[in-house]
């Protein structure tokens, strides 16, 4: 008989190890389902897991892809070490995306001159403003009125997504447009400047990159993120130390609304160059199973972008090249983030085969 | 019909999707469980029913369905959270990441299509009362099987003593154990029984409620759900008024459209969940309130080794 037997101290190699076991789960669980759907598994997930580093010009994709996955999840990692389930970053990416574009769409009507490296800093902070924001309403209502975050943030999703659609239908409309909701598209000045010419990799992934190591200071070098993340595992230690969780709803709140915020603008003002209503494929919600599969760590963070961005254009190759729908993607992402947790019972504890003595 | 008998009889149509989640949710919560991943599970069983019901024609196979699919998730989920003790949140989490991914992905080939539409069964006599007798009494059968669901768990969880036992399991399953209830198992049927009252909801929405398929359906009404838990303060029957209240806000919505009121569509759609936050705040801004009647183990896990 197979029974679990708690470990003295957590395992670092296990938890280092489980998404490595996650993933070959969720390989196993395509190749059955490739071959149920009646496709060849080997030429699919050759697609799937290999096609996306093919090329430099596929690796910018991989980088583009992952830069608003780091970013959103970076906060979703802080928010989660604290015991804060801020689930609604898919909102607060839409409303950093409506800022930047906002800033954008002004400067275009204006006819302002701005050089690019000018309008960045610009860009950013219109980003992590309106994403902050969103997430200060999820901080207030919880800090003042007890309201549960995990089901306002996700209620703000909608809303977000509701005042996008609006913004795009109604006001912001281009007028020229033919009637599609959308936006005109945005000066050349406003657009985030290019990594290498021709493709469409954008400094926001240095940026995110940078924001990723900020984070890993800040979560394990100062005595502030320490504050933060003893409320996790225990709230009555923080409590007894004098570390405040208000403070720590806040803040957490704050950084991580302000960071999916920074990733909206940059997807805006980067690779779409308008706003419609299709701004964000789920970055705030695949950016949950990121900080998992990243351990909550911040440089974890960058790997589980990766990987999760590998399935999200393996996704779409696989629709181009061998007619597989791309909402397979939504499958793999869940089926990774659901293995993950069962294996990760073996950081905690060990197989023991034999009976109880 | 005239237009109170409307309202009354979309509130109940419209609340009875939130009522049977709510109620199955509140199964779950009682027993200490917190399944976050009530929309997942709602959009898989609104697939299955949805495939059951245009392949078989039949609306009770397809709500079997779905109240199948469901249970077969929360058998997922139980196991996860509780004989791995994974993290409840996370986990559920993820049951909806899956549910809807998953959902999507089947759902691909029924978008567009269409269901036979059964006119609902009349009930004699009484629909001929008037004002209310036609928006009461000529609804589709799982109206009537949502309010006595609620009657059903209110009996049952304060009249018998299998109901008390889920009670304290989900209040402290350590003194349950300890009195030898085997409080796992307990967690589990509890579990597997709401989440199958998610997933007919979730068929209900496609198959009776709208009757289509389209991606997301659900809309938010599982974490809608979850929310009247809260609002009803874990009480059955303040569900079943707290999902009739909101399924007035989504007509209320329509209505004010249909009567040319000057309010962009986008703004009457963020009613439903704008109200919820507002809800959630109002109920919530006293912790004792929520403390006195929270079960005390909500969320938190048992090893009973320990």
């Known amino acids: 008989m197979i029974r679990l037997e708690a470990r003295p101290v957590p395992s670092l190699a296990m938890s280092v190890l489980s998404p490595v076991i996650a993933l070959a789960v969720t390989v196993g669980v395509g190749f059955a389902l490739f071959l149920a759907l009646g496709k060849d598994p080997g030429r699919v997930l050759q697609v799937f897991l290999l096609e996306p580093f093919h090329g430099v010009r596929a690796l910018t994709e991989l980088g583009l892809k992952s830069t608003p996955l780091v970013l959103c999840a970076l906060g979703l990692a802080l928010c989660f070490r604290s015991n804060v389930w801020n689930i609604g970053a898919e909102g607060q990416f839409l409303m950093g995306g409506i800022a930047g574009g906002g800033v954008a769409l002004w400067i275009t009507q204006e006819g302002l001159g701005v050089s690019r490296w000018a309008f960045l800093p610009v860009l950013v902070l219109a980003g992590a403003l309106g994403g902050g924001a969103w997430a200060a309403v999820v901080a207030w209502l919880k800090d003042r009125f007890n309201a549960n975050e995990i089901l306002v943030s996700l209620m703000l999703v909608y809303v977000a997504n509701l005042f996008l659609s609006w913004l795009v239908f109604g006001p912001w409309k281009d007028p020229q447009g033919f009637n599609f909701p959308q936006t005109m598209s945005f000066a050349a000045a406003t657009e985030v400047p290019r990594v290498v010419r021709g493709m469409r990799l954008h400094w926001g992934f240095a940026f995110a990159l940078g924001a990723a190591v900020v984070m890993w200071v800040y979560m394990f070098r100062t005595y502030h993120g320490l504050q933060l993340q003893v409320g996790g595992p225990s709230p009555a230690a923080a409590r007894y130390a004098g570390f405040s969780s208000r403070a720590a709803v806040w803040t957490t709140l704050l950084v991580s609304g302000a960071l999916a915020g920074v990733a909206g603008a940059f997807e805006v003002a980067g690779p779409m160059g308008q706003l419609t209503p299709h701004v964000s494929s789920g970055y705030g919600f695949t950016a949950i199973i990121v900080a998992f599969v990243g351990r909550l760590h911040p440089l974890g963070c960058i790997l589980g972008s990766l990987l999760l961005s590998v399935f999200l254009i393996g996704g779409e190759l696989a629709q181009s090249r061998v007619g597989l729908p791309s909402a397979l993607t939504g499958v793999f992402q869940g089926v990774l983030l659901l293995s993950l947790l069962a294996c990760d019972t073996l950081v905690h504890n060990r197989l023991r085969v034999g009976r109880l003595r | ?306």
């Not at chain 2, 069983?45 to 039949?58: E, K, N």
């Not at chain 2, 000529?138 to 009657?151: E, N, R, S, T, W």
């Not at chain 2, 300890?178 to 989440?195: D, N, Q």
């Open chain 2, 1 to 306: 019909m005239n237009g109170l008998e409307l309202l009354v009889a979309a509130m109940l149509s419209a609340g009875t999707p939130l009522a049977i989640a709510g109620l199955g949710l509140l199964v779950n919560e009682r027993a200490g469980v917190l399944n976050l991943g009530a929309e997942g599970t709602m959009l898989v069983a609104a697939v299955t029913g949805f495939a059951t019901a245009y392949h078989t024609g039949s609306v009770s196979l397809a709500l079997a369905a779905g109240a199948a699919a469901g249970a077969l998730l929360g058998l997922v989920l139980g196991w996860l959270v509780i004989w791995l003790n994974t993290n409840q949140y996370a986990t559920g989490l993820a049951v909806s990441l899956f549910g809807s991914g998953f959902s999507a992905f089947v759902g691909l080939g029924y978008v567009g299509k269409q269901l036979v539409e059964t006119p609902a069964p009349v009930v004699p006599f009484l629909s001929d009362i008037p004002v209310v007798g036609r928006a009461l009494f000529q609804q589709h059968p799982v109206v009537y099987l949502a309010i006595a669901v609620a009657g059903g768990m209110t009996w049952f969880f304060y009249r018998t003593r299998a109901g008390l036992v889920l009670r304290s399991v989900g209040e402290s399953p350590v003194s349950a154990h300890a009195l030898g209830y085997p409080v796992r198992r307990i967690r589990l049927a509890a579990v597997v029984a709401g989440a199958a009252l998610c997933g007919l909801s979730g068929a209900y929405l496609s198959v009776v409620y709208t009757p289509l398929w389209v991606e997301g359906m659900a809309g938010g009404r599982g974490w809608i759900a979850l929310a009247l838990t809260v609002f009803a303060t874990w009480r059955p029957l303040r569900i079943l008024a707290g999902a009739y209240l909101f399924g007035g806000v989504t007509m209320l919505q329509l209505h004010l459209q249909a009567q040319g009121v000057q309010i962009p569509a986008q703004f009457m759609s963020m009613l439903p969940y704008v109200s919820t936050v507002v809800v959630l705040v109002l109920i919530s801004r006293n912790p004792l309130w929520i403390r006195l009647n929270m079960p005390a183990s909500l969320g938190k896990a048992f090893y009973p080794g320990a």
